[in-house]
């Protein structure tokens, strides 16, 4: 079976400070990846999405990148982190349109990341 | 692009009554509608899904009904219990090829005991 690990669950961090998420997944191979942002109360907010290693689409122009350095690994990062940054992040992935069974996506447990 | 729009956005419901969450969309090649569930501090969980060749799925207390013409989809939780308290995320699948999900923007579900 496929399961998703993201990390860590809970991050404080300073404001000009870097960031580094990382999703991995595992039991599948060539899933579409996606990163997610979730402000208090609100919805989900599309950050990026991946079709394969090194292919990084981004929806919302912003602080953030994402890089795909393996198949099953994908990583949200930042330079220098600003306040509007804080927010509820998760990754998801799901199979590519290729006859594979499903289209849904299954979400990470998330991150929750403060800046200060 | 896609647009979902989801109603209500918060919803209260006593325990053992129905709940039902609304959802349209736009495009009409979308042909997948999954229902998330999302529990605080956690991430969306699928809770049911339904392909465009199908009018209503049911698993349990949970069904979604589709109507394409109309172009909307809804989620009815039966019996409710305390535990189906969360916030309900409806979705449509409209750019096949790299599956790309539109998300509504969530109903806010208190069951009230």
């Known amino acids: 079976s496929q399961t998703i690990h993201q990390w860590p669950a809970t991050l404080v961090q300073p404001v000009g400070s870097p960031l580094s998420l990382e999703c991995t997944v595992e039991?599948?191979?060539?899933?579409?990846l996606y990163w997610y942002r979730q402000a208090a109360g609100r919805g989900l907010q599309l950050l990026f999405y991946?079709?394969?290693?090194?292919?990084i689409s981004s929806e919302v122009p912003q602080n953030l990148s994402a890089s795909r350095p393996q198949d099953r690994q994908f990583i949200l990062s930042s330079k220098k982190l600003l306040l509007s940054d804080s927010g509820f992040y998760l990754c998801?992935?799901?199979?590519?349109?290729?006859?594979?069974?499903?289209?849904?996506?299954?979400f990470g447990s998330g991150t929750r990341l403060t800046v200060v | 692009g896609e647009n979902v729009e989801q109603h209500p956005s918060t919803l209260s419901v006593q325990e053992g009554d129905s709940a039902v969450i609304k959802c349209t969309y736009s495009?009409?090649?979308?042909?997948?509608f999954p229902w998330y569930k999302q529990e605080l501090g956690k991430g969306p969980q699928l809770i049911i899904d339904?392909?465009?060749?199908?009018g209503e799925k049911k698993d349990q207390r949970i069904a979604v009904t589709l109507n394409k013409t109309a172009k909307h989809f809804s989620l009815h939780i039966t019996e409710t219990q305390p535990e189906d308290s969360a916030v309900y995320f409806c979705?449509?699948?409209?750019?096949?090829?790299?599956?790309?999900?539109?998300f509504g923007t969530g109903t806010r579900l208190t069951i009230i005991p």
């Open positions: 979705a449509s699948l409209s750019n096949f090829g790299n599956e790309k999900l539109t």
């Open positions: 495009d009409s090649a979308s042909n997948y």
């Open positions: 039991g599948t191979s060539n899933p579409n």
């Open positions: 339904i392909r465009s060749n199908v």
């Open positions: 998801a992935w799901s199979f590519g349109y290729s006859g594979r069974q499903g289209y849904g996506y299954t």
């Open positions: 991946s079709v394969g290693i090194g292919q």
